[in-house]
């Protein structure tokens, strides 16, 4: 960290924006992390992809599976490797407070800009408002890092974007992934001006609020590696010309990407999101590796259809014609 608390809001003004990116992290056939492999990936994602920051230890690198030693060490690598030239953002989301003021800790130790705490599952509560508050209180209190807060269906509730402002006014509370219906996230990024980032993981709604709601932050899925490749970077370029206010133009580059959107999803089978994303990786010649249990692996069928999905979906490759469904 280069900042004190009361400095967070102005650097991530600053230097919060752009495309990031939600790993995958990959592990090897005993299931330890790929650290090779992984450090390989970042390199892509940023030297050759352009991506502005990594999104680190959350829901894509299958967090749920990790000790928090290895949490802390999949923050290290990733820091270590790309922190000088790119933005990193983990993940300290976690269901026991001490687990999650324990990680944002090391996370500001060892440099991390930023950390981002998912709102957590609250048992036996119908009305959350006033204990979510007190949450993310607590946790801007015992840290000066940068917090991104995480709304998501998967606490069995959304944070109303009322709650998500009050709470914004934290001196150190400087984002939000807000991954809930667009009328939510609007009313939020009306309500907070500039006071915190707004943003969402859905890379298909990416565009128009760059120009309907003036967002300068893509935080973040996997879209941005499993959707360009280092000669095919059409996000980044779509990203760029609507920055720029040439809307025309990033929206025919975006719309040119909907045969590998719609390849990527329909070959996905249920319940198999990381291993899905995993061989879609190694098809791109990334390192996917092996999912942790509780996590599913893909059947050889599954992979063949996922094989057949991607040849056809239009992506270009290094030292390769596009692919098409002629070829």
């Known amino acids: ?32 992390i790929d650290e090779k492999g992984f450090r390989k990936n970042l390199r892509h994602w940023v030297d050759d992809l352009g991506i502005d920051g990594i999104f680190i230890a959350g829901k ?14 999949s923050m290290e690598i990733v820091v270590d490797e790309i922190g000088s030239q790119a933005g990193v953002i983990a993940s300290c989301s976690d269901q026991n407070m001490d687990s999650v ?10 440099g991390a ?9 609250l048992h036996f509560l119908h009305k959350q408002d006033e204990t979510l508050y007190r949450y993310y209180e607590t946790i801007s209190e015992k840290v000066s890092i940068g917090i991104a807060m995480w709304s998501h269906e998967d606490s069995g509730y959304l944070m109303s974007p009322e709650l998500c402002a009050r709470i914004a006014r934290l001196p150190n509370i400087v984002a939000i992934k807000y991954s809930v219906p667009r009328e939510m996230y609007v009313k939020l990024t ?20 760059i120009v309907e709601l003036g967002w300068k932050l893509y935080l973040c899925s996997s879209p941005p590696y499993l959707f360009q490749t280092k000669v095919d970077r059409r996000m980044r370029e779509y990203t760029n010309l609507a920055l720029a206010g040439e809307v025309a ?22 319940e198999k999101p990381p291993s899905h994303s995993k061989c879609w990786q190694e098809l791109l010649g990334q390192v996917g590796g092996a999912v942790r249990p509780p996590m ?3 059947t050889e069928p599954e992979k063949e259809a996922t094989r057949r999905a991607f040849e056809t979906c239009g992506l270009k490759l290094p030292g390769a014609s596009p692919t098409s469904a002629a070829a």
Do not use: C
């Open 249 to 270: 133009k990033a929206r025919v580059v975006r719309d040119s990407l909907d045969p590998v959107r719609q390849a990527f999803k329909r070959s996905r089978p249920a």
């Open 101 to 110: 003021i324990e990680l944002a800790r090391h996370a500001e130790a060892i």
């Open 113 to 121: 800009p930023y950390i981002v705490v998912h709102a957590p599952v």
């Open 60 to 73: 894509q690198s299958e967090f749920f599976s990790m000790s928090l030693a290895e949490r802390k060490r």
């Open 1 to 32: 960290m280069t900042y004190a608390r009361n400095e967070a809001k102005d650097h991530a003004r600053a230097h919060l924006r752009g495309i990031w990116a939600a790993a995958l992290v990959p592990f090897n056939e005993d299931l330890s």
């Open 190 to 209: 009306r309500l907070v001006g500039d006071e915190i980032a707004v943003s969402t993981a859905s890379e298909d709604e990416w565009l128009d609020n």
């Open 296 to 298: 599913l692996e893909l």
